[in-house]
């Protein structure tokens, strides 16, 4: 058994999340993910219930690709959704095994319906090299 079995995603998670509303003007969201070197954003509801996430790839793929001027947008314009979450007490084998099947990077972390943390691909793969081969991470 590798260590990422017996490890809890409470155990690896970063608690200080960075969220936004869907109102949120995009300007603001690029903001938030340059100025804290971050690669996503969630976007919470009036109860921090995880309604979207924005990450590196939406705004290319979504943004950048199709050419949109960010000063019109909002988080919900270009958020992902439904979000894929995991609660604390997933064990990291599980999440980083979730992270490949559905080829994401990041996974909020809600308890009781709130966003209490979350998760990167980096974060998981700091844990043990073996993760590398799981996750097949890709070149950028």
Request: aromatic fraction near 2%; charged fraction near 25%.
């Amino acid at each position: 058994m590798s260590r990422g079995e017996y490890l809890l995603i409470r155990d690896i998670m970063v608690t200080d999340v960075k969220y936004v509303s869907p109102e949120t003007p995009l300007s603001t969201v690029i903001n938030i993910m340059i100025q804290n070197k971050i690669g996503s954003v969630v976007v919470v509801g009036d109860k921090r219930e995880v309604l979207g996430i924005i990450t590196e790839r939406d705004l290319i793929e979504k943004v950048l690709a199709k050419n949109l001027d960010v000063r019109t947008l909002r988080a919900k314009d270009i958020m992902s959704k439904p979000v894929i979450v995991v609660s604390p007490d997933t064990s990291v084998s599980a999440a980083a095994n979730l992270m490949k099947e559905k080829n994401i990077g990041h996974l909020p972390v809600v308890e009781n319906g709130r966003l209490v943390g979350i998760v990167a691909e980096g974060d998981v793969i700091s844990l043990a090299p073996e993760f590398l081969e799981l996750l097949r991470i890709r070149k950028r």
